[in-house]
């Protein structure tokens, strides 16, 4: 009899345990590469070096709340390093959308918000200091790059 008060008590314990564990998982990263593809709507290019040179990352079609965890992939400097604040230049491919870089993760702070099919060689407000990644949507204390 304690052995079935047992295995009930465990029957009912084991589900809440899969369910905290499940609910905890990691979110799916945003969709990243080294080049945009032709058919992206959205898609912003962070490079290691100013210039536009060095190891880049192409984000595509998705905004981006946190950096963390993404890395330089292409060849050249910066290649396996983190994406997050170690950015000096951008390149906004999207050719209907304006490109944001922030600051702080969860899109605040200083900004550098870029036209479709704007460039930069040089981040201004988040040169080395870039956290997060938004498509179609400004901040209120941006740098403008048209």
Do not use: Q
């Amino acid at each position: 009899m304690k052995a079935s008060r047992k295995l009930c008590s465990l029957a009912a314990v084991i589900p809440a345990a899969v369910v905290a564990v499940l609910s905890t998982a990691p979110l799916a990263h945003a969709d990243a590469g080294p080049y945009c593809l032709n058919e992206e709507k959205n898609c912003g290019i962070f490079f290691y070096n100013s210039g536009r040179t060095g190891s880049f990352t192409a984000f595509r079609g998705t905004n981006v709340p946190n950096l963390a965890g993404y890395t330089f992939l292409t060849s050249g400097a910066g290649k396996g390093l983190p994406v997050k604040n170690d950015a000096a230049s951008f390149n906004n491919l999207s050719v209907d959308s304006i490109a944001t870089v922030f600051y702080n993760s969860g899109y605040s702070g200083a900004c550098d918000t870029f036209a479709p099919l704007t460039a930069t060689d040089r981040l201004r407000n988040t040169y080395n200091e870039n956290a997060s990644l938004a498509f179609a949507r400004g901040g209120t204390s941006c740098y403008k790059w048209n």
